[in-house]
């Protein structure tokens, strides 16, 4: 099958891709710039995986429109909804400046779904697609000072879940994924704290944080030709919202 995976530079999604190429489908990855999506490239290329790349990006996304119009007229069947702009500054969500707020939504909630209008169209006609997206456990527990990151991403998973009501008759099927807290390059600033991790392994009732190696195989199911998953959410995050109360009391 022919997947378009967004935000194919972080951890995340190289991870998902890389389990993509593995299993032979066509991978097509997306950077917000031609500089960035050449580095993405070339870091795959340095591992032996043969992604291609589209720019798109998603604050300003009519500029990927044509190139994203000729991946869509050799067909896609798969679509990955994981790029996500650098948060704003940490804020409660009355003290978030406006227009950070704003570019936020734009971005991470507007070009997604300016992405997704364009792309449903196609997989209805060809009566076959499979969306997933990328969310986070910060929608069921909250986050503290993440309101616009949990506003936008809670938004877009009840917008799968009416996608899977609306489409499924065309065998297009939506579906959310639901991430913990994950070892990746952007999150470096807290794991790479050995009293955080610490506190984080403790609570998580796995006992440990993910890495973005857990993420690849998950998508297996969701995006294959035979099943019968529609409008799911599956939380891959060691057990959290759980959590292990001997981790709380720990001194």
């Given at each position: 099958m022919r997947v378009l995976i967004t935000g194919g530079s972080s951890d995340i999604g190289r991870s998902i891709a890389r389990r993509r190429l593995a299993l032979e489908d066509e991978v097509i990855v997306t950077a917000s710039s031609a500089e960035s999506?050449?580095?993405?490239?070339?870091?795959?290329?340095?591992?032996?995986?043969?992604?291609?790349?589209l720019v798109l990006d998603l604050s300003a996304p009519a500029g990927g429109e044509a190139a994203l119009a000729e991946v869509l007229a050799q067909g896609l069947q798969g679509l990955v909804l994981n790029a996500w702009t650098r948060r704003p500054p940490l804020h409660r969500f009355h003290e978030l400046p406006q227009d950070a707020l704003e570019a936020d939504v734009t971005a991470n909630l507007m070009g997604n779904l300016w992405l997704l209008r364009r792309v449903l169209p196609s997989m209805v006609e060809a009566r076959w697609g499979r969306i997933v997206f990328i969310s986070s456990v910060s929608t069921v527990n909250g986050t503290g000072r993440y309101g616009a990151y949990v506003l936008c991403k809670s938004a877009l998973e009840g917008l799968m879940r009416n996608l899977a009501v609306d489409y499924g008759e065309f065998n297009v099927l939506a579906n959310t994924v639901r991430l913990g807290i994950f070892k990746t390059e952007r999150t470096k600033k807290y794991w790479s704290k050995?009293?955080?991790?610490?506190?984080?392994?403790?609570?998580?009732?796995?006992?440990?944080?993910?890495?973005?190696?857990?993420?690849?195989?998950?998508?297996?199911?969701?995006?294959?030709?035979?099943?019968y998953i529609n409008g799911a959410v599956l939380d891959v995050t060691g057990g959290l919202p759980m959590f292990r109360l001997e981790g709380v009391l720990r001194t």
């Open positions: 999506l050449e580095e993405t490239l070339a870091r795959y290329r340095a591992e032996g995986l043969a992604a291609r790349g050995p009293r955080y991790v610490e506190r984080m392994s403790g609570v998580i009732p796995q006992g440990q944080l993910g890495a973005p190696e857990h993420v690849g195989e998950v998508l297996d199911p969701l995006l294959s030709a035979h099943q």
